[in-house]
């Protein structure tokens, strides 16, 4: 059977758009990060620099940022009395990645 050309152009539709979806779960929005920072701002500060206390997050690689915040979620990091388990389990993956796309935009100098 020949694909008719018209098959083919739903085929090729069907892949970006696929893409697309793939690309958009896993990219962070730090427009949307900057709205849940609340979240973090008690212990990492206003600016995510961190104190004696706290680590310094902003301007940390965002994938490493993802990473840590997944690890710490699924309980793969162990994390000081679990403040970071508790502050962020009930936030979606989604979230994390907008979070860490965020604080990675941050200058950390
Ligand atoms: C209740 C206090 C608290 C809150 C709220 C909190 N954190 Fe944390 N965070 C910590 C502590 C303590 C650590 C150090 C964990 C450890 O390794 O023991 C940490 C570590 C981290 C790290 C790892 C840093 C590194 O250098 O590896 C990241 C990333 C992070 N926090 C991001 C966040 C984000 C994003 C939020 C907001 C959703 C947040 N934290 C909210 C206490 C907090």
């Given amino acids: 059977m020949k694909l008719t050309l018209i098959m083919k152009l739903t085929v090729a539709l069907l892949f970006a758009l696929l893409l697309t979806t793939i690309t958009a779960h896993a990219a962070g929005d730090a427009a949307r990060g900057n709205e849940l920072r609340h979240e973090c701002i008690d212990c990492h500060g206003e600016d995510g620099m961190g104190d004696d206390e706290y680590p ?3 301007g940390l690689d965002e994938a ?3 990473e840590q915040l997944m690890a710490f979620k ?3 990091r162990p994390n000081r009395a679990e403040m970071m388990l508790w502050t962020i389990e009930d936030l979606e993956e989604q979230d994390l990645a907008d979070l860490a796309a965020y604080y990675a ?4 100098d």
């Fill in 64 to 66: 490493y940022i993802f």
């Fill in 74 to 76: 699924t309980g793969k």
């Fill in 56 to 58: 310094k997050i902003a």
């Fill in 105 to 108: 935009s941050l200058n950390g």
